[in-house]
């Protein structure tokens, strides 16, 4: 199958010819007519009979030889269609989409519109996999991308898709020149070099109208930042600037005033004009907005009500009794018609007849090949830089943390004052000094999960946006966020091992103990960070799933009660208790050979026993820790990936 099908390709709609570095190829002109690509011989046949499609086209098919750095460069585009779509409301019966079928041409501009409560935006998240059957909602969907099937809700197809949602998920302390040359440097090809990515983020900033306020802070609820309308066109350039071959947008216009919304169409007919195929659902589209578009879906109560040519749609009206008035905006017409006319005399004058092409398509495509970015290295370093500026744009809740910590040993620090030197033979001294070493503990344990359960849930929409639209993996992310933790945990103990260390005048090593708080400190963020993945965006949940972190943690190290006493059953859970492991490293370090004193080491090996403390395990928790640690970090990576491929 050759896809040379350029006949409407109308060459004089360009906007400009295509800025190609060193093009040496005379015959490959700006119309892109020498770009056709032959998916048949891209196309990798798997033993199941599904075929894996590259869409990209190659270096060799589109002739750049040089910097990428315009980003309307010519690109293959693909036709986006769909047929048989339904979605019901399983608690209702309601369909709020009724078997409809539509066309995306690609080097077209579509728009989606209709009321509100029609199902455009139901469409959109369906074609581009954000919706699935649940038990909410029944969804059946034939999606092809020219005549191969695919499944949209493979992780692979759904970041072959360009998708801006309605809401933007923006990092608050990132420009919207960061955003887009971070959403460019992780998603286009690892050649692409730093002065191209410059030269394409000043393309689109400029493109979008958004080199005024470039450098502003996106700003959120706590952060002044930029406006609503320039946080869109921010989210749109993050697409867009990885010149993606399909593009879909919920509403890319809401919110902006008549100048920005053309401004936003400008651009989107730039990427159509460049051979993409773009759909976007739009509210109330200005008649100037309107007149752009090439091609129209117009949705009336789930079911296709027009769709077809925006050219055609004024005659297409007229013969169905409803001829657009004069001086008036056909956008507003065809919304009023379908507001105000009944269904039974809509469907009576001829409406909702679009045609359902039965189909020959060939066999399903598995999933779409992914592009040659950057490695998994790479997205950490860049994730962690940006985490980076994060914490230095907004550092006054670390460093409130920090000084809150600093503040509080120093209390502690005062309370058992010397305590350490006190005679050892009083059981009551020595149990203090027990006491300030488990205040140490449980102090780190408390920030540091303070620290990580809150994070992921905030910048769970971020993610969500980011991992869908193959910015990063699940585990790079987590890697970059481990760094950033491991930096806060570090000042953390600091602040609090050193004042309560020397005031308490403890006689264990202090690197062990920084050592060992800091190891604690990490295996608890791990396992918060696996409650953080499991309650998703819901802070109150993941609130409410702290003290099953915490407690535990205290229940089980054998302060309260000796593990023998407790029920056979429920033991295993002290496995997992990372207090445990660290209580019994502490009182090695403190309580072995206390003292040249034989009577007052007699006194320290009692607390050993108490303990369960045996100097010959010492390395054996060090290493249980380390593995609480690995293995929670693994889980995390698992229950990340697996919730955000669920639910987004
Ligand atoms: N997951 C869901 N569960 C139940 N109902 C749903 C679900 N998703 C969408 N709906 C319902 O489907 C209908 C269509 O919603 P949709 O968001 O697609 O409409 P829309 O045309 O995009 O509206 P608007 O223009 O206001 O954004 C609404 O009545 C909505 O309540």
Redesign the pocket.
């Known amino acids: 199958m050759r896809l040379r099908n350029f006949e409407e390709f109308d060459e004089n709609r360009l906007p400009s010819k295509p800025h190609y570095h060193n093009d040496e190829n005379p015959s490959h002109s700006s119309s892109g007519v020498e770009m056709a690509i032959d998916f048949e011989d891209r196309a990798t046949k798997h033993a199941d009979g599904s075929q894996l499609i590259d869409v990209y086209p190659n270096d060799e098919e589109i002739q750049i030889k040089g910097a990428i750095t315009d980003p309307f460069a010519i690109r293959e585009g693909s036709t986006l269609s769909w047929e048989n779509m339904s979605m019901t409301?399983n608690a209702s019966g309601r369909k709020?989409l009724d078997d409809c079928s539509g066309t995306v041409p690609k080097r077209h501009m579509t728009a989606l519109m209709?009321m509100?409560?029609?199902?455009?935006?139901?469409i959109l998240n369906i074609l581009s996999g954000r919706?699935r059957s649940?038990r909410?909602?029944a969804i059946q969907a034939d999606v092809f991308l020219d005549d191969y099937k695919l499944d949209p809700t493979n992780m692979m197809v759904r970041r072959s898709i360009a998708f801006v949602a309605q809401d933007d998920s923006l990092l608050a302390t990132s420009t919207p020149r960061e955003a887009i040359r971070f959403s460019a440097k992780m998603r286009l090809p690892r050649t692409t070099s730093s002065e191209e990515l410059h030269l394409l983020t000043d393309s689109m900033l400029e493109e979008l109208g958004l080199i005024s306020c470039a450098d502003s802070l996106v700003g959120g609820p706590l952060i002044k930042g930029i406006s609503g309308g320039e946080r869109k066109r921010t989210s749109v350039g993050i697409e867009l600037v990885t010149m993606p071959s399909i593009v879909c947008l919920d509403e890319p216009t809401s919110g902006l005033d008549a100048f920005s919304a053309l401004q936003c169409c400008e651009v989107l007919r730039k990427v159509a004009n460049a051979g993409a195929s773009v759909l976007f659902?739009i509210?109330q589209p200005s008649s100037e907005i309107f007149e752009s578009l090439d091609h129209l879906i117009l949705?009336n109560g789930g079911r296709v009500m027009y769709q077809g040519s925006v050219k055609d749609v004024s005659a297409f009206f007229s013969a169905r009794g409803h001829p657009v008035p004069k001086n008036y905006n056909p956008a507003d017409w065809l919304i009023d018609v379908a507001q105000c006319v009944s269904m039974e005399d809509l469907i009576e004058a001829g409406y909702f007849n679009s045609e359902q092409r039965v189909r020959s398509y060939r066999k399903s495509v598995c999933c779409l090949k992914d592009n040659d970015s950057i490695s998994a290295g790479e997205e950490v370093v860049n994730l962690f830089r940006r985490e980076l500026v994060n914490l230095k744009r907004d550092w006054t809740a670390p460093f409130n943390r920090v000084f809150v910590m600093g503040t509080l040993s120093l209390f502690i620090g005062m309370i058992f004052f010397d305590v350490g030197n006190a005679d050892k033979l009083d059981p009551f001294t020595l149990q203090s000094q027990f006491g300030a070493m488990m205040i140490v503990l449980i102090t780190c344990m408390m920030s540091a999960v303070q620290l990580t359960m809150f994070v992921y849930p905030e910048q769970r929409p971020i993610f969500l946006r980011e991992y869908s639209t193959n910015h990063y993996s699940a585990f790079s992310y987590l890697m970059a966020h481990l760094t950033a933790e491991a930096i806060l945990v570090a000042v953390k103990v600091f602040m609090v091992v050193t004042p309560i260390y020397f005031m308490v005048s403890l006689s264990g090593s202090y690197l062990i103990y920084i050592l060992l708080t800091f190891t604690l400190s990490m295996a608890i963020t791990a396992q918060a960070t696996c409650a953080a993945c499991l309650g998703g965006d819901n802070v109150k949940l993941v609130t409410q799933l702290t003290p099953l972190i915490f407690q535990p943690q205290l229940l089980f190290a054998g302060f309260f009660l000796s593990p023998e006493l407790m029920p056979i059953w429920i033991r295993p859970i002290q496995l997992v208790c990372t207090m445990t492991y660290a209580t019994r490293i502490l009182v090695v370090e403190e309580f072995h050979d206390c003292s040249s004193d034989a009577r007052e080491n007699e006194a320290c090996s009692k607390m050993l026993e108490s303990t369960r403390s045996d100097p010959d395990d010492v390395w054996w928790n060090w290493l249980v820790l380390a593995g609480i640690f690995v293995f929670f970090r693994l889980l995390a990576v698992f229950l990340l990936q697996r919730s955000a491929n669920k639910f987004y």
């Open positions: 409301v709020v209709g509100s409560g029609t199902g455009k935006s139901s919706q649940t909410d909602v659902t509210h949705m």
